[in-house]
C-alpha cells in the first residue's frame, strides 16, 4: 500500500533552518510529483511547491521563493522540503502529498510534521 | 496569483443534502479537487478531475462544475462527514497550484 511517512516534530528558533523528509513506499517514486503543504495552526491549507523525482525539477510557490529548497534521494525514495530563514509564523504542520496526475489530485498524504519556531 | 473563496461555515441536518462552492478564476481552465479534513489529521482526497471518486470514498460525495464555480456535494450527509473541506485546483496563470479558503462542515 502507498504511505508517505514523514520525520518528527522539531523546534527551531527563528533565523534557523528546518529539513523535513518525507519516505515513499509501495509505488515507484519516480513517477508522482511530491507535493509540499502547510498549515498553520487554525488556519488553511497552503500549497508551497512540487518536486518531480526523476528529474528533480521543482516548482515553487511565489511566497516561499528564495527560502525553500525540495530535493530528493531516489535511492531511498525520500523527498526532502528545507525552509530557511524562519520566522515565528513558519510554525505550521508541513504535508507532503503524492499528485496521482499532475491535475492538482494529491491522493495520498504523508502524517505531517509540525514545526515550530517561538517568537 | 489566482484565489479559490469559499464559503468559511456551512451546516446540514443528518441526512440532507449540502453543496460547497469553490470559486476562482482558475476553474474556467482546470477542473477542482476536494478534500475533507478532519480535526488533528491529514487531509483526504474525495473528488478529483471534477466528479471522480477515489477507492473508498462514499457515492454520496460527488463534484460538478460551472463556470468559474466548482462544487462538491453531499447527499444524504452523515455525523462522520462532519468536517473542514477544501478545494485546489491549478493556478491559470502561474502554473502553481492553489487551495481554496476551506469550508468547515457541521451535522447536526
Known amino acids: 500500500q502507498v504511505q508517505l511517512v514523514q520525520s518528527g516534530p522539531e523546534v527551531k528558533e527563528p533565523g534557523a533552518s528546518v529539513r523535513v523528509s518525507c519516505k515513499a513506499s509501495?509505488?515507484?517514486?519516480?513517477?508522482?510529483?511530491l507535493h509540499w503543504v502547510r498549515q498553520a495552526p487554525g488556519q488553511g491549507l497552503d500549497w508551497m511547491g512540487w518536486?518531480?523525482?526523476?528529474?528533480?525539477?521543482?516548482n515553487y510557490a511565489q511566497k516561499f521563493q528564495g527560502r525553500v529548497t525540495m530535493t530528493r534521494d531516489t535511492s531511498i525514495n525520500t523527498a526532502y522540503m528545507e525552509l530557511s530563514n524562519l520566522r515565528s509564523d513558519d510554525t505550521a504542520v508541513y504535508y507532503c502529498?503524492?499528485?496521482?496526475?499532475?491535475?492538482?489530485?494529491?491522493?495520498?498524504w504523508g502524517q505531517g510534521t509540525l514545526v515550530t519556531v517561538p517568537s | 496569483s489566482s484565489e479559490l473563496t469559499q464559503d468559511p461555515a456551512m451546516s446540514v441536518a443528518l441526512g440532507q443534502t449540502v453543496r460547497i462552492t469553490c470559486q476562482g478564476d482558475?476553474?474556467?481552465?482546470?477542473?477542482a479537487s476536494w478534500y475533507q479534513q478532519k480535526p488533528g489529521q491529514a487531509p483526504v482526497l474525495v473528488i478529483y478531475?471534477?466528479?471522480n471518486r477515489p477507492s473508498g470514498i462514499p457515492d454520496r460525495f460527488s463534484g460538478s462544475s460551472s463556470g468559474n464555480t466548482a462544487s462538491l456535494t453531499i447527499t444524504g450527509a452523515q455525523a462522520e462527514d462532519e468536517a473542514d473541506y477544501y478545494c485546489?485546483?491549478?493556478?491559470?496563470?502561474?502554473?502553481?497550484?492553489?487551495f481554496g479558503t476551506g469550508t468547515k462542515v457541521t451535522v447536526l
Open positions: 509501495g509505488y515507484t517514486f519516480t513517477v508522482y510529483y
Open positions: 478531475s471534477k466528479n
Open positions: 518536486i518531480h523525482p526523476s528529474s528533480g525539477a521543482t
Open positions: 502529498a503524492r499528485d496521482r496526475d499532475a491535475s492538482s489530485s494529491l491522493d495520498y
Open positions: 485546489n485546483s491549478r493556478d491559470s496563470s502561474s502554473n502553481h497550484y492553489v
Open positions: 482558475s476553474l474556467r481552465s482546470y477542473y
